[in-house]
């Protein structure tokens, strides 16, 4: 057994597994209140880092300047998704939606990859120091970073809901939308920003995403990885969605330790979230903290 | 749906059941059919190599589009599995056929194979409707893709897997005039079929499943057995039309049968019409000629605009994006829809309302 591969491994999962949860509460986010499942979140993270690291790169801004520059281009590109493609389609049944962001992820993925190339790019260096050291570890200042904002938006996330009055007109809205409609929240105001504030939060994993890596648009991959952990914490719970990234991002990680130590098998890690994901649609369909829907007749 | 009128010829009384159950509603409709199928049929006569081999591709693709129309127009499943099917029945079939049985009966030999695979994912649809269905046929998808990557003995690895030579009593169909034929039998053999099962008591219950799945069950349809036998059916066709595919092409690898491909058949019949048999091949015909009308279109344009060229691969793939969209929020009826408003519209006129 080689344990410091496994608890590198493991750290690995907890910082993957953060970011997963992150998108996860995007995703979450969009469906619990509007009822749209995002196919195209993947892609929303991939824009994200793409706008960025041009601004670096090809406009020569400092960073932070960089960072708040496509946070708010991506706050306008999730309102105008939400007004101009699924606005017309409020109302119409689950697979015309399902396709509206399906055709959507494929219409970015093309024009991305013709505007920004197909090669990953690396970030120039951002951080004065590669590596912190904490207590005698070394960790690597980008790593720190991506688990600091994660951390930081879950927080926001946490307090929007439960203390501002947009966060308690979001949570009416998703509870019942006649009811928040007739005690005068505006339920298409709130549509739009649940898509921007999706955007922007995915803009923040995608930018987190290529400092830690690479910015490349294979990481739209994340769009997919999103599906097992939404299922295992619950397709509308933002509590689950976190819980579900970091299960399905160590899950992943102890897969690989499995099958590189034990099994010889090989791509464990990129298909065991799906085997979980059907085990768990099989015997629990709503996931840990989803919500059972039951129909009365 | 939208009210479509569909006036019938004056003196055409329908006064048994039988009468108003025929596969075609009228004399016309006939002619059309079997007129379409002559011209096809002829095509080798008259075309050359390129309109032949999409000719072909047309059918390939109409024939799993259908599949998928059953599961999805009719029984009201969604499915992102389909591509991963589709290429399993093409693996399924060269490796049968690699066993030394003929290609001809390879091909409906790998349609079982692929049904009864079909089946076995389609069994978390006997709990679960809608997106969550959706979810889980999209790790089926990934899940067969592994495979597919891993079974050296079954599709050759990353390799790929070679298949044989079709042949129709030692006559090899190597030619695509010659292969024509055999996806030409194979279409028509399925639409018939697909256009019968509409009028069984199966095909009946399976358009009850979707439009209201608690009175189907209260009125005695079981639903755990329509829903995954409506798996079974549309995998049935996908597997036909990937071992036809892998037989064309002579050469199988897993590269081909990504999620990309079960999309492109999703919208296949969104945009022919979701249900409408004739919608299938509608739509498989516009998917796969719209990125070839968009690459002489941008190369038009290029000529213009020189930086356009090297953009063409990537217009190809966002004409489709495109597509999907604008049918979905424009003509969510589909291409059926649209004939159908210009045949009533012909049919009334002057008196169009």
């Known amino acids: 057994m080689n344990t410091s591969l496994l608890l590198q491994l493991l750290v690995n999962g907890v910082i993957v597994g953060m970011l997963y949860g992150i998108v996860a509460m995007c995703f979450v986010l969009i469906y619990k209140s509007t009822q749209v499942v995002n196919f195209a979140q ?173 910015v490349s648009n294979s990481l739209a991959i994340i769009g997919i990885k999103v599906f097992p952990a939404v299922i295992v914490g619950g397709l509308d719970s933002i509590v689950g969605a976190i819980i579900g990234g970091l299960t399905i991002g160590i899950l992943e990680n102890l897969a690989e330790f499995v099958d590189g130590q034990y099994l010889q098998i090989g791509n464990m890690y990129s298909v065991a979230p799906f085997y979980v994901l059907l085990i768990i649609l099989m015997i629990k369909p709503y996931g840990l903290f989803g919500t059972p829907d039951i129909e009365r007749v | 749906m939208a009210h479509v009128p569909n006036p ?30 002559l011209l096809v049929a002829l095509a080798p006569l008259f075309f050359g190599g390129y309109v032949l081999s999409q000719l072909i591709l047309i059918g390939i693709y109409a024939i799993a589009a259908l599949g998928l129309n059953v599961l999805t127009g009719m029984t009201g499943q969604i499915s992102l599995g389909h591509g991963a099917f589709f290429g399993f029945g093409a693996f399924a079939s060269a490796w049968i056929a690699g066993n030394g049985i003929p290609v001809m009966l390879a091909i409906p030999l790998a349609g079982m194979m692929t049904m009864a695979v079909g089946m076995i994912f389609g069994i978390p649809a006997a709990r679960l409707k809608g997106l969550y269905l ?86 005695g349809i079981n639903l755990t057995k329509y829903r995954i036998l409506s798996f079974g059916i549309s995998s049935f066709f996908a597997g036909i039309g990937g071992a036809l595919y892998g037989h064309y092409l002579g050469f199988v690898s897993a590269e081909g049968f990504t999620i990309l491909l079960s999309i492109e058949f999703l919208a296949m019949i969104i945009i022919g019409g979701l249900g409408s048999v004739s919608g299938s091949l509608l739509g498989a015909a516009f998917i796969l000629l719209l990125p070839q009308a968009m690459e002489i279109f941008a190369n038009a344009v290029a000529t213009v605009v020189p930086a356009i060229a090297q953009g063409t691969a990537y217009i190809k793939q966002m004409s489709v994006g495109a597509a999907i969209i604008l049918f979905l929020v424009l003509e969510p009826e589909g291409l059926v829809h649209r004939w159908r408003m210009m045949r009533a519209s012909w049919k009334l006129y002057p008196f169009s309302h």
């Not at chain 1, 590109?77 to 109302?91: A, C, H, S």
């Open chain 1, 42 to 214: 993947g892609e929303f993270v991939v824009l994200g880092a793409w706008v960025c690291l041009s601004l670096v790169v090809s406009m020569g801004l400092p960073f932070w300047l960089a960072f708040l520059f496509s946070l708010v281009f991506m706050m306008v590109f999730g309102i105008l998704v939400q007004v101009i493609l699924l606005r017309p389609l409020v109302g119409e049944p689950v697979i015309s939606v399902i396709m509206a962001t399906i055709g959507l992820s494929i219409f970015m993925q093309a024009t991305m990859n013709w505007i920004f190339g197909n090669n990953a790019v690396r970030f120039p260096q951002v951080f004065d120091q590669a590596t912190v050291s904490i207590g005698g570890l070394n960790v690597e200042t980008a790593y720190l970073m991506s688990l600091v904002l994660s951390l930081v938006v879950m927080g926001m996330f946490f307090w929007f809901f439960q203390y501002s009055r947009w966060g308690l007109a979001m949570r009416a809205t998703a509870w019942n939308q006649q009811i928040a409609q007739s005690l005068g929240i505006s339920v298409g105001r709130v549509f739009a920003m649940a898509w921007a504030i999706s955007a922007v939060v995915s803009g923040i994993a995608g930018v987190v995403i290529g400092l830690v890596s690479a």
């Open chain 2, 134 to 219: 959706a979810i889980a046929t999209l790790a089926s998808q990934y899940i067969l893709q592994d495979f597919f990557a891993r079974a050296d003995w079954f599709t050759g690895g990353t390799y790929g897997s070679l298949a044989e030579t079709a042949s129709f009593f030692g006559y090899a169909l190597d030619s695509d005039a010659s292969y024509l034929y055999l996806v030409l039998f194979w279409v028509i053999v399925s639409f018939v079929g697909v256009a019968n099962l509409a009028r069984t008591r199966d095909g009946r219950a399976l358009v009850a499943v979707r439009d209201h799945y608690l009175s189907a069950e209260i009125m």
């Open chain 2, 8 to 37: 019938r010829p004056t003196g055409d009384f329908r006064v048994s059941y039988a009468a108003d159950r025929t596969l075609f509603k009228t004399k016309n409709e006939t002619y059309f059919v079997i007129g379409g199928i």
